[in-house]
């Protein structure tokens, strides 16, 4: 079995679980959602526009939803010993993590278009003229997120604090996802050219690709006994 | 015996920082002179500024010995780095002490969001989940192993973390001694502020060392404990 058909195992796996019992995207849905529902109150209406504030509120939904399901990822299979199982399969430690972190991203994407849909018509946010920026910046934001948060959830998973640590250890390392992530979303919102946020869509790309990169390495010494 | 002993170099050492810094603040009381615009606050710099650098060296140490430890798997690696995150947490805590009381009379605020002063909390946050999840580990096999793993992300980030707050903003005052045409500030300045990077740096690879040991003894009689 080739390598990337391996990774993609893991993927189908992952997503079969979810299709079959749609936990954690219902649950990172839901938050969503409502989260929503609660900027609309906390947001003072008439002093400030939705439009101005929308990139942060997107930004940091999905770090505070992504964490609910992307948390969650390990516990599934903790429960029953399935993770485990997993070990024992003659699959390479950095395959088991990149499939893991594709199987989260595809979520977190569901669920970046349930925001940018949700926050649009809850605040009538005019998402610009240039989507395909919007969705690169996003696009490896979220990747860069998942690819720590994948890592770190191991960890935590296994802790007696569970998922509770999670931010303690993510929130730190995801400084520069959010300066940069946050600054381009708003620049595009504010109908300001692409050639203005190239350079933070290049940022966020290494971002993701450290995260990804460390990720692969380190992940065979979380889940190993020895 | 080895079990009692801490080693030669650990006292050696923190003796010497000891003695070196207590000379240093006679220096920073009684002999550096006050700075013509900031005034007698402006003194605080030859704490913090010695500290700021031994905050971020120790955390390199921690990162090169988590690599060591993960590589290898020889426990004294891991002893190595747990001491260099105590220290590095008790220095980082200083920049964070030093420099809002600075701060709030050069700046007439404790706190902005400076980028030097925002990338030190990030660091002493990095710090707090490297201790955390050491101590939440189920095993202290594993909470060493995982220690290992968030001392090494944290630091292949320190550099990007760096990079984003700086582009975010930064006020902080330019450097003044390590200028290509050479230092600006009067040589009592300079002499002042380098003896206090001596002293901090001496004073913290000695206390390093000294807990390394106390780590490798605790390492000894928990064994002891398991298979006496």
Redesign the interface.
Known sequence: MSYFAMIWEIVRKDLLIEFRTRQRIVVMGAFAVLIGILFSFAIPPGTIRPQDIAAGLVWMTLVFAGILGVGRTFQLEAEDGAFQGLLLTPVPRDAVYLGKVVSNFLLVAVLVALILVVFGAFFQVDYGDHPIALLLTLGFGALGFVG?AT??GA??S????GET?LP??L???L??MI??GVSATNRLLAGRPVAEVSGNIR?LA??AL?ALA?GAL?FK??VDD? | MTTTRTGFWGPLLAVAGVGLALFQLWLVWFWVPTEAVQGIIQRIYYIHVPSAWVAFFAFGIVALASIVY?WLGDDRADHLAVAAAEGGIIFTTIVLTTGPLWGKVAWGTYWTWEARL?LTL??W??Y??YF??RN???TP??GR??A???G???A??IP??H???Y??RSLHPLPVVAKPEGPTAPPEMVQTLLLGFLAFTLLFLGLMMLRAGVHRIEHRLRLREVAP
Do not use: Q, Y
């Open positions: 720590l890592l770190f960890i935590t296994g802790t007696r604090l640590l303690v250890l929130f730190p390392l400084t520069p300066i940069f940022v290494a971002f450290i460390s380190l010494t979380v020895a | 993960l925002t990030l660091l946050f990095i707090l989940g955390m999840v939440a580990a189920p096999e594993k192993r995982w290992a793993v968030v090494i992300a944290g292949v980030n990007l973390i990079m984003s707050v582009w975010f």
